[in-house]
Every structure is written in structure tokens, then in C-alpha cells.
Nanobody, 118 residues
């Protein structure tokens, strides 16, 4: 299993970024995928998760990003995305994607740095 994030960088407050997470080594469409972040000196926190099943797609977000971030996935490309709009300095963190297996997240990417600063 391999998860590789990309798309991070430096952006001004109010700007946008789209993160990507390319997955390999497992049947991507069979798993929920999540995004987490960790700011300096803080614990890792949940950002968003996307579920895929016969009944359709469901998404869940943390309160801190709801209405600004959108998680999506492309099962044909084995990729999960995080579109981040209206970015704030407090969104600065290393962002990680992870595979959810049951109630736990069992595989993680290496992370991509997002810095929101003027």
C-alpha cells in the first residue's frame, strides 16, 4: 500500500489549493479515504473523509473546514482530492491522506506542507 500526497505550497490568506493523494497497492474503491492535518506543536486532527458504497458517496468534514474544503475521489485514477478554498493562516499544517479500514486508519501518506501566509 502506498499513498502519495501532492499539491501543497505557500498561498495567501483567502487563496485556494487542491491537494491530491495517489493510492496504489490495494483496491481503492473498496475503502473510505480521509484527510488529516498536523500543525506545529499540535496533535494531528481530522479534516475530512469520503465514503464510497453501492448507495453512493458520503462526505464528512470537521467544523473548522466545513463550507471551505471539499473532498472528492476519482476511483478510475485511484486518487482522492482535497479542494481548499478561503484558506486561513490557521489552516497551515502538514496534510496527510489515509486509508480507513473499519474504524481505524491503517495506512498514511508522507504528508504535504500547506502554508497560508501573506
Amino acid at each position: 500500500v502506498q499513498l502519495v500526497e501532492s499539491g501543497g505550497g505557500l498561498v495567501q490568506p483567502g487563496g485556494s489549493l487542491r491537494l491530491s493523494c495517489a493510492a496504489s497497492g490495494f483496491t481503492f474503491g473498496s475503502y473510505d479515504m480521509g484527510w488529516f492535518r498536523q500543525a506545529p506543536g499540535k496533535e494531528r486532527e481530522f479534516v475530512a473523509v469520503i465514503s464510497w458504497s453501492w448507495s453512493g458517496i458520503s462526505r464528512s468534514y470537521s467544523d473548522s473546514v466545513k463550507g471551505r474544503f471539499t473532498i472528492s475521489r476519482d476511483n478510475a485514477k485511484n486518487t482522492v482530492y482535497l479542494q481548499m478554498n478561503s484558506l486561513k493562516p490557521e489552516d497551515t499544517a502538514v496534510y496527510y491522506c489515509a486509508r480507513r479500514n473499519g474504524r481505524d486508519y491503517d495506512y498514511w501518506g508522507q504528508g504535504t506542507q500547506v502554508t497560508v501566509s501573506s
